[in-house]
């Protein structure tokens, strides 16, 4: 198994609050994502980084920001949760762009509720 | 638009039996196939990534099979076992983005002792 460590695994939190889910990589990958996964949705992209400090969005990025000041580690945050956000969220870390043929490797999920 | 199509959308077959799953793709410009195995309330698990040239590639009793000209891919499980029951996912890789995957919803898969 890839060297991904999400975390918390499970929280639930108050509308309105800030939530930071931390993704944590041994694999000294380049590139990190994270993904949020909803029934009846495929899996669906907040945001990547293709190297420390570089990041961008997906297609699902408002309302997340994202850091990354080390290349072991990509932080989500939620500034202000809403029901919406209550899904599983995924990190994933794959050594190169998945265009050129790169494995991409997920996380074991962290679930939100958002109440 | 791009977009990845599976079907059936569920499958329950019993234990030792082969099953065959569809993908058909409307991706423009193709850079590869992949396809996961996501176990319930697990992460997604790669199985293959064949690129337009491949037409098979296996992975112990998984064998992905691509027709990049009709644009459609198989995943053959062959004897299945109990551990097979997951989702199953297809997934394109765009030839112009370095982060853009088009998504299938899956065909949840079941085996029957």
């Known amino acids: 198994d890839a060297g991904i460590t999400q975390s918390p695994r499970h929280k639930v939190t108050e509308t309105g609050t800030p939530v930071t889910l931390r993704c944590h990589q041994t694999?000294?990958?380049?590139?990190m994502y994270w993904y949020r996964q909803d029934p009846g949705h495929g899996l669906r992209l907040i945001h990547y980084?293709?190297?420390?400090?570089?990041?961008d969005k997906g297609e699902v990025s408002d309302g997340y920001s994202v850091s990354r000041s080390k290349t072991e580690d990509f932080l989500l945050t939620l500034e202000s949760a809403t029901s919406s956000q209550t899904s599983v969220y995924f990190c994933a870390i794959s050594p190169g762009a998945p265009s050129s043929g790169n494995t991409i490797y997920f996380g074991e999920g962290s679930w939100l509720t958002v109440v | 638009k791009n977009q990845v199509e599976q079907s059936p959308q569920s499958l329950i077959i019993l234990e030792g039996k082969n099953c065959t799953l569809q993908?058909?793709?409307?991706?423009?410009?193709?850079?590869?196939l992949r396809w996961y195995k996501q176990d319930t309330g697990r992460g997604p698990v790669s199985l293959t990534i064949m690129t337009f040239s491949e037409n098979t590639k296996s992975n112990g009793r998984y064998t992905a099979t691509l027709d990049a000209d009709t644009k459609q891919s198989s995943l053959h499980i062959t004897a299945s076992q109990l551990s097979d029951s997951a989702s199953y996912i297809c997934?394109?890789?765009?030839?112009?983005?370095?982060?853009?995957?088009?998504w299938g919803a899956g065909t949840k898969l079941i085996i029957k002792p």
């Open positions: 993908c058909n793709y409307t991706v423009s410009p193709f850079s590869n």
């Open positions: 980084s293709y190297g420390v400090k570089d990041t």
């Open positions: 694999e000294n990958h380049r590139y």
């Open positions: 997934v394109v890789s765009l030839m112009d983005s370095n982060y853009q995957l088009i």
